[in-house]
Nanobody, 127 residues
């Protein structure tokens, strides 16, 4: 029972930056028990997981964003963030916050079965 709401998307020039936020509600008193991830989906392209942060604070990035994006979480604020720098037009997509409960190993966070999703926030990068 977790609801997720993304914000912070917009239209920027190539080379610019955006910071996305995801605020959780519902069972947020144990937000720390949830794996969190950012996905993106561009029209005509396959959904891509861009970053994951697990319940121990471990982080993994997709190769396409490594060195440019930074994922973080604030368990006290029940929030997830994605700092995006050096944006290019290939980053244009709808960005989604996703989560799932981790009942065991943090390796669970790196599977593709995420049941909770936000509605998304659009990021558009122009040349």
């Amino acid at each position: 029972q977790l609801q997720l709401v993304e914000s912070g998307g917009g239209s920027v020039q190539a080379g610019g930056s955006l910071r996305l936020s995801c605020v959780a509600s519902g069972n947020t008193h144990n937000f720390w028990t949830y794996c969190m991830a950012w996905y993106r989906q561009a029209p005509g392209k396959e959904r891509e997981r861009v970053a994951t942060i697990d319940t121990d604070g471990g982080i993994r990035y997709a190769d396409s964003v490594k060195g440019r994006f930074s994922i973080s979480r604030d368990n006290a604020k029940m929030a997830l963030y994605l700092q995006m720098n050096s944006l290019n037009p290939d980053d244009t997509a709808m960005y989604y916050c996703a989560s799932k409960r981790n009942f065991g190993s943090v390796q669970v966070c790196y599977t593709e079965t995420y049941p909770y999703w936000g509605q998304g926030t659009q990021v558009t990068v122009s040349q």
